[in-house]
């Protein structure tokens, strides 16, 4: 019995904090739910009403129909085809108007540089012609004088043609032909002569003319040889150098490889010729 009522003493001691406990925290949030709700309160009423609240309540009314927009945007789209259309029909007027200033200026060119051509081509013909005129002028001319010349050295007299001078006469016989008796003139014994002149005989290297691929040949007397083995850059020039006689009219001594030919240039024949002279 004793037990039974410490338990209960017990018991009822350890209920009284815990009830005390449980009263003292509803009063704290009570305590706490009116001061927020004051706080709440107090903060609406210091704020003001602000003015975007009320535009945006009332855009709805002012927010226009789409009844009233689509005209605007057929009429702005008929504007911006119209602009497009007049710009490309400008584009189209340029170009044309391009092409036929061009093709205009093609054909100016074309006629001017035919013009010039055939102006040219005029002129090139008239001094071609005047060129052949002239030509033909200074070739008769040229062909009067010379044959004016050869008249007046026929008409001059006996005495005065160096083929009738005695000092010449030991290289032509009576009938003014070119006479082979030089050789027994002592004086051009050109080959003792040059056993004691040897080098005066000792030439440079002789070239043939151009085209001429026969190499040497031993001509003869009496033979005709071309024009271009008798040239004039061939002539031996001082011929009493080499103790040869002296060549007059239409007669030169031609060096031709070592040989030492006469040819009468009239015709290109052979006249003499001496075999071996040069080294």
């Known amino acids: 019995m004793k037990k039974t009522l410490v338990a209960a003493l017990i018991a009822a001691t350890a209920l009284v904090p815990v009830s005390a406990y449980a009263q003292r925290g509803d009063r704290d949030h009570s305590a706490r ?35 009233q927009t689509a005209p605007q945007r057929q009429q702005y789209r008929q504007q911006a085809n119209d602009n497009r259309q007049d710009r490309r029909q400008r584009q189209q007027d ?6 036929r200033q061009a093709q205009q200026d093609r054909s100016g060119d074309r006629r001017d ?8 081509r005029q002129e090139y013909r008239r ?7 002239d030509y033909r002028r200074d070739r008769q001319d040229d062909r009067t004088r010379y044959t004016r010349e050869a008249q007046r050295r026929d008409n001059q007299r006996r005495y005065n043609d160096w083929r009738d001078d005695a000092r010449y ?7 003014r032909n070119w006479s082979r008796d030089w050789r027994r003139n002592h004086q051009y014994n050109w080959r003792n002569y040059r056993n004691s002149h040897r ?19 031993r001509f003869s007397i009496g033979l005709t040889i071309g024009s271009m083995l ?20 239409p007669y030169r001594w031609v060096r031709y490889y070592n040989d030492a030919l006469l040819i009468d240039i009239r015709n290109g024949m052979i006249v003499d010729v001496e075999y071996d002279i040069f080294w």
Do not use: C, K, M
């Not at 340029?94 to 092409?99: C, F, K």
């Not at 850059?233 to 150098?241: A, E």
């Open 113 to 120: 540089y035919r013009r010039d051509r055939q102006d040219n």
């Open 94 to 99: 340029n170009r044309e108007r391009y092409t």
């Open 169 to 175: 006469r030991h290289g032509w016989d009576d009938r």
């Open 199 to 217: 080098n005066v005989y000792r030439l440079p290297r002789y070239y043939a003319p151009r085209n001429y691929n026969y190499g040497y040949r």
């Open 230 to 249: 008798f040239a004039p850059n061939y002539w031996i020039n001082d011929p009493i150098y080499y103790r040869l006689p002296p060549a007059y009219g």
């Open 33 to 67: 739910q009116e001061r927020h709700d004051s706080q709440r309160s107090q903060r609406a009423q210091r704020a003001p009403q602000r003015p975007d609240r009320v535009q945006r309540q009332r855009l709805p009314e002012n927010r226009p129909q789409p009844q």
């Open 127 to 133: 001094d071609r012609q005047d060129n052949r005129q």
